[in-house]
């Protein structure tokens, strides 16, 4: 299984309050990602890291920010929690663009109440 | 965005029963991939295709790359109760890089009745 570790792994949390997830991998992989995860909808990209400090945003970004200061780090944080934001999500890394071969950790389920 | 047609979005059948599913979509994809996801984890890769018309096996599944380029399918045989779960496809398009990941169906439920 590829190295990646998501904390944390459950968080109920209220409306308004600010919430960070990680995502630490341990395999030197250049590409992360942030997806979540909801009945109906499939998987959907929040948003993208090409390497340290280079981030973008995917297709369902709004209310959300992410940061990579370190190769084995992505966070992704949701500054001010609503409850259309329970979802699972998971982290996803990649070696390179263009293999279409994504990792994925074992998901973080958030609440919002 | 894109879009990928993922059917059916469920299938209950029969242990031993053969199983067949696929994409479509309205735009052409250079990768299609399918994943499956077990409760309570993460999707993992099963089968990824590079190349219209590439007919690939893993084990009892095997997936074919369509001609056109925008679809897919999964065939699964004799089916055994471990293969319930979450069956994704996924597309990647080039044209941005590919930085930005995969595309996903909404996936198809396998059930497995005894």
């Known amino acids: 299984d590829a190295g990646i570790t998501q904390s944390p792994r459950h968080k109920v949390t209220e409306t308004g309050t600010p919430v960070t997830l990680r995502c630490h991998q341990t395999?030197?992989?250049?590409?992360m990602y942030w997806y979540r995860q909801d009945p109906g909808h499939g998987l959907r990209l929040i948003h993208y890291s090409y390497g340290v400090k280079d981030t973008d945003k995917g297709e369902v970004s709004d209310g959300y920010s992410v940061s990579r200061s370190k190769t084995e780090d992505f966070l992704l944080t949701l500054e001010s929690a609503t409850s259309s934001q329970t979802s699972v999500y998971f982290c996803?890394?990649?070696?390179?663009?263009?293999?279409?071969?994504?990792?994925f950790g074992e998901g973080s389920r958030l609440t919002v109440l | 965005g894109q879009q990928l047609n993922q059917s059916p979005q469920s299938m209950f059948i029969q242990e031993g029963e053969d199983v067949s599913m696929n994409c479509t979509s309205s735009?052409?994809?250079?990768?299609w991939l399918w994943y499956k996801q077990d409760p309570g984890e993460g999707p993992v890769l099963l089968i990824a295709l590079y190349k219209a018309g590439e007919l690939t096996s893993n084990g009892r599944l095997t997936a074919q790359f369509g001609i056109t380029r925008k679809d897919s399918f999964l065939n699964i045989s004799a089916s055994i109760p471990s293969d319930v779960g979450i069956y994704f496809c996924a597309g990647e398009d080039l044209t941005g890089g590919g930085a930005d990941g995969l595309t996903f169906g909404k996936g198809t439920h396998l059930i497995i009745q005894p």
């Open positions: 735009s052409i994809f250079n990768t």
């Open positions: 395999e030197n992989h250049r590409y």
């Open positions: 996803a890394i990649s070696e390179s663009s263009g293999a279409g071969e994504l990792f």
